[in-house]
């Protein structure tokens, strides 16, 4: 039998506001356990929670991105669980009616294009963290994270295979990126996914029972838990077993998914309106300035970048796979560099150097114009390409001046064609057997023969006119 595999998600993003979404403590990742919360996100009798206004407008803009229709009037509801982690013993959430309902995003796989139905957007408050402790068998409790602000995007059940899951995660986190709603950072927990998997045979209508994966934490072990997934419950299926409804968690060292808690019957949250914070209501002008506000999105970026530069597809997805480096793009471009050839320092030296360092492209210190100086110089003919290359190194980390770093090392290409020849003549004369070798038809030799002239004239000298001159002297 063939078996098809159904996948919906629900996705969890913290929204990259300075403060949570009902008081005024700090959402900066990390600190001291305990030291970000107030007794307003720890829910101490006789306070009363504020809606941040940015969560908001951050969560109408990514419904607005996503294609969703944004809800007129909304409310929040109390969800009532007791956990450890909500000291409060209640989340404040949204289950009746969203901000955001009916959305749609497209993407691309080898397999070909698909559109992922987004059932839902709401805004909901995040729980803290337990931190267990195998050697002690202690779990403490770090409130920081509490009344964090998240987004919760539900899609429909539209997935069918790991790569169309990382396309849409990727196309996600890309639309929030660039709208400044969210940093995505999944190392630090910004987004997180819950999969919800189920299989069936091939042309079944009727969808299986679903297990669900919680809180993975980057794509890598989103994909191998749905591989590992699907085929456990095809494997069930087919030796005459039944999949239970669970909550399962994914085991990074062991690649294989692990029962956590029956999900037979749903849980009775007891939800009901949330009675300290006034619904919502947005006006059709709110609603319009946030999409006269919208930003290029990056695939707006990749069609502009194809159709006013022409640059091939895999350069436009390079540079616009992060909105700072698109910045970058954009200002050489905007300092009268050729766009192919900005693209290319990007794609090859800046990468290179932010890979090496460990660095995003926010966080580099080289500015637009540096690069544009550097690259102009080598259109010039005052550089060389691999001259160049050492002084972006050098000054990647620093204050970015080119000229003053050329000046104090001299590296000023030779441009005098006279000083060439004398220096290649040199290298001929104190090279025979090379010589002859090249002359005998070797091409090895002569590139030997270029290497010792271009040491001889320090590096700065032009290749293409050692090389010509190089062959002048050979005959």
């Known amino acids: 039998m063939t078996w098809e595999t159904v996948i919906g998600l629900e996705t969890h993003v913290e929204l990259a506001t300075r403060t949570k979404i009902f008081c005024g403590c700090t959402t900066e990742f990390g600190g001291a356990p305990n030291t970000h919360c107030c007794p307003v996100c720890t829910g101490m ?24 229709s944004i809800a007129r009037h909304s409310r929040f509801d109390r969800k009532n669980y007791f956990y450890p982690d909500l000291p409060k013993a209640y989340q404040i959430s949204q289950l009746y009616l969203p901000i955001a309902r009916s959305g749609a995003v497209s993407i691309h796989t080898d397999a070909g294009d698909r559109t992922i139905r987004i059932h839902e957007l709401h805004m909901e408050e995040d729980a803290g963290k337990l931190v267990h402790d195998p050697r002690t068998g202690v779990t403490r409790c770090d409130y920081n994270r509490c009344g964090v602000p998240l987004i919760e995007i539900v899609t429909e059940p539209d997935f069918r295979a790991a790569d169309q899951v990382i396309a849409y995660l990727e196309k996600l986190k890309e639309t929030l990126q660039y709208l400044g ?4 950072k999944m190392q630090e927990g910004s987004l997180r996914c819950d999969v919800n998997l189920s299989v069936r045979p091939l042309g079944s209508a009727q969808l299986g029972t679903r297990t669900e ?17 699907a ?16 909550t399962r968690r994914w085991d990074e060292s062991k690649n294989v998914s692990c029962a956590m808690r029956s999900k037979e019957d749903a849980r009775d949250y007891r939800y009901f309106p949330e009675p300290d914070i006034p619904p919502i209501e947005l006006s059709e002008e ?10 290029e999105l990056a695939e707006e970026k990749r069609a502009r970048y194809r159709a006013d530069y022409g640059l091939p597809e895999y350069d436009c997805r390079m540079i616009t796979s992060d909105k700072a480096l698109a910045a970058f793009f954009e200002g050489l471009v905007a300092l009268g560099t050729p766009p192919k050839q900005g693209a290319n320092w990007i794609m090859g030296e800046v990468l290179g150097a932010l890979s090496a360092r460990g660095l995003e492209p926010k966080d580099m210190r080289l500015t637009p114009p540096a690069l544009a100086r ?6 010039e003919g005052r550089l060389n390409r691999n001259t160049a290359v050492g002084v972006f190194e050098a000054v990647f980390d620093g204050d970015g001046d080119v000229d003053a770093y050329i000046k104090a090392h001299g590296l000023e290409q030779v441009s005098d064609g ?12 104190a090279n025979p057997r090379p010589v002859a070798d090249c002359r005998g038809g070797r091409e090895k030799a002569f590139g030997f023969l270029v290497g010792q002239a271009m040491r001889e004239l320090k590096g700065r000298a032009d290749p293409q006119a050692v090389r010509r001159a190089l062959r002048e002297l050979l005959g």
């Not at 009798?45 to 969560?55: I, S």
């Open 45 to 68: 009798p006789g306070t009363l929670p504020v809606l941040n206004k940015r969560v908001l407008e951050f969560a109408v803009k990514a419904g607005l991105a996503l294609n969703c």
């Open 213 to 229: 994966m919680k809180n993975l934490s980057s794509f890598k072990a989103i994909a191998r838990a749905v591989g590992y997934e």
């Open 231 to 246: 085929k456990r419950q095809i494997g069930l299926m087919e030796e005459g077993g039944r999949v239970v409804q669970e």
């Open 181 to 184: 709603v969210s940093d995505c």
């Open 418 to 429: 006279g000083l060439v020849r004398e220096a290649c003549a040199r290298v001929l004369e």
């Open 374 to 379: 550097l690259i102009a110089l080598v259109g």
């Open 286 to 295: 709110y609603l319009e300035g946030l999409r006269s506000a919208r930003p």
